[in-house]
């Protein structure tokens, strides 16, 4: 028998003032957010109740998993270590969504209360939005727990939330980005599922991200859990900024730590499967909710795109913010390097 993990983090509600501006950037909550741990990961308060229940998930041998924070490249990650992982079967991959072939853990516990009521009676466009119809009938660690193998499993939990023993078992592989353009990213996301409904502004986004409050903040613990572990045989940590940079040359590190072999011509193929361009016209990853106001899941595709963004008061916060954050802290983004803003890709 595998071993039960009792659930080592307090989890405790958000303040009465912390829910307020968590609220202003998501929808269709209706219990309270908490935060776990030391760190103080943001979960939607459904999360409570199934900690444990995931934190127990049976980890594989033979399972991959790619955890990242979101709008970090975690599906343009995914789509690579699918193919890798199957013998570049493109007609396969062309044929079925990404996120059933590589489902998301905690998707359940992320569904807001009002959609699970909308999704239940199939009124809610969100149906058909990264398998969460599924997810409303069954929880999703249930159905991945079920599933055969191989199992190809992404999350955006930090390792601290996931089985004890996943590194010891499993590969694992973790993406981070530049928190500022992860942050853009995350608004234009979180407006997009919100279909009109979202009351806060962009300038509420920020808010909210720079004091560690949209779920699965902080960012920057979540990445340093993974850097930190980086020497790990069964851990590959990468940065979206590199893929974008050389995306052959990241295909190829993959593929050596998934002890693949793949030659220069299937790389380049791949790389081209992989492409910005080819990944916005292909449904079986950009999985968009509805056309609202035109901003897709795979949207823009590039490093420092928050300076378009940022007013000079955020460019300073978020100097304050990062600083804060990674004092102490080996971990460095390629795009910032503490407190000094290094060469721009
Ligand atoms: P932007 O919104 O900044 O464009 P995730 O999959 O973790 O949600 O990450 C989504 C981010 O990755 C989005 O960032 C998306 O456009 C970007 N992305 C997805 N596919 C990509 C690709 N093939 N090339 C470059 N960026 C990609």
């Keep these: 028998?595998?071993?039960?993990?009792?659930?080592?983090?307090?989890?405790?509600?958000?303040?009465?003032?912390?829910?307020?501006?968590?609220?202003?950037?998501?929808?269709?909550?209706?219990?309270?957010?908490?935060?776990?741990?030391?760190?103080?990961?943001?979960?939607?308060?459904?999360?409570?109740?199934?900690?444990?229940?995931?934190?127990?998930?049976?980890?594989?041998?033979?399972?991959?998993?790619?955890?990242?924070?979101?709008?970090?490249?975690?599906?343009?990650?995914?789509?690579?270590?699918?193919?890798?992982?199957?013998?570049?079967?493109?007609?396969?991959?062309?044929?079925?969504?990404?996120?059933?072939?590589?489902?998301?853990?905690?998707?359940?516990?992320?569904?807001?209360?009002?959609?699970?009521?909308?999704?239940?009676?199939?009124?809610?466009?969100?149906?058909?939005?990264?398998?969460?119809?599924?997810?409303?009938?069954?929880?999703?660690?249930?159905?991945?727990?079920?599933?055969?193998?191989?199992?190809?499993?992404k999350t955006h939990l930090p390792l601290s939330l996931l089985p004890p023993n996943l590194l010891d078992i499993a590969k694992v592989l973790y993406v981070a980005r530049d928190p500022r353009d992860t942050m853009v990213s995350y608004y234009y996301l979180n407006k997009m599922v919100a279909r009109g409904l979202m009351t806060g502004t962009f300038a509420h986004y920020w808010e909210a991200f720079r004091r560690d409050l949209l779920p699965w903040t902080p960012t920057i613990s979540h990445a340093n859990e993974a850097w930190e572990k980086k020497t790990h045989p069964n851990l590959h940590f990468m940065f979206y900024e590199n893929m974008l940079q050389d995306l052959p040359a990241q295909i190829r590190e993959v593929s050596k730590f998934l002890n693949k072999d793949i030659s220069e011509v299937e790389i380049e193929k791949l790389a081209d499967h992989l492409s910005f361009a080819n990944f916005k016209k292909n449904k079986n990853v950009n999985n968009t909710a509805g056309d609202n106001n035109n901003v897709q899941f795979v949207r823009k595709g590039e490093a420092g795109g928050w300076k378009s963004h940022f007013d000079a008061k955020m460019e300073v916060q978020a100097e304050e913010y990062l600083n804060k954050r990674l004092r102490g802290l080996t971990l460095t983004y390629p795009t910032y390097d503490t407190g000094e803003e290094c060469s721009r890709l």
């Excluded at 059933?100 to 992320?110: A, K, Q, V």
């Excluded at 009521?117 to 079920?146: H, T």
Aim: glycine content about 4%; some cysteine.
């Design 1 to 153: 028998m595998a071993p039960w993990f009792e659930f080592p983090h307090e989890i405790r509600d958000v303040s009465a003032e912390e829910e307020k501006i968590i609220r202003k950037c998501v929808i269709g909550y209706t219990k309270p957010f908490v935060k776990c741990g030391k760190a103080g990961y943001v979960m939607p308060g459904a999360y409570r109740k199934y900690a444990e229940a995931i934190y127990n998930i049976k980890v594989r041998p033979d399972d991959v998993w790619v955890i990242t924070f979101p709008r970090s490249g975690t599906t343009w990650t995914q789509e690579m270590v699918w193919l890798l992982e199957n013998d570049l079967d493109y007609d396969a991959a062309r044929s079925s969504p990404l996120h059933e072939r590589f489902p998301m853990l905690e998707i359940t516990t992320s569904i807001p209360e009002v959609a699970f009521e909308l999704i239940k009676i199939n009124f809610m466009n969100l149906a058909d939005f990264q398998g969460l119809n599924e997810a409303v009938k069954y929880p999703s660690w249930k159905s991945i727990e079920e599933a055969p193998s191989p199992r190809f499993i």
